[in-house]
């Protein structure tokens, strides 16, 4: 090998390297750019935030089964009430004068008396109110 100028060359035979040497002074490992440090930490925090967010299957399987049993409760609540009311008589007069007192349709008027076990006063009460 031969030494020109603080640059050590290889000779013949050897594969051509250049190789840089100092001559002077501790090595000091390059130094990097510190403007993207905290985004990096900021990438970590929002990765580990969600990776501790994740739901587990079973979790979503136990949360839809409650939802889909509380939801045929309410369903089958629903069509006991809708029994009862059914079941309430209410006289044609009374379903008349709350349509026209209270400019309200058929349906309106027939539901509000059935609501309060067809008594007109009360049933005209809850739809001014």
Avoid at 26 to 32: G, M, Q, S, T, Y
Avoid at 71 to 77: H, N
């Amino acid at each position: 090998m031969a030494r020109l100028g603080g640059i050590d060359m290889a000779t013949e035979g050897d594969v051509e390297l250049e190789l840089e040497t100092e001559t002077s002074g501790p090595e000091r490992p390059p130094e990097k750019p510190r403007k993207h440090d905290s985004g990096a930490a900021d990438l970590e925090r929002v990765t580990d935030y969600a990776e501790e967010k994740e739901i587990q299957s079973s979790n979503l399987e136990t949360a839809m089964s409650v939802i889909g049993d509380r939801r045929s409760r309410e369903q089958k609540a629903k069509q006991e009430r809708e029994k009862e009311l059914a079941k309430v008589t209410i006289k044609k007069e009374d379903l008349e004068l709350i349509m026209t007192e209270m400019e309200i349709s058929r349906a309106a008027a027939e539901r509000s008396l059935r609501e309060h076990m067809g008594n007109v006063v009360e049933a005209l009460i809850a739809l001014t109110n």
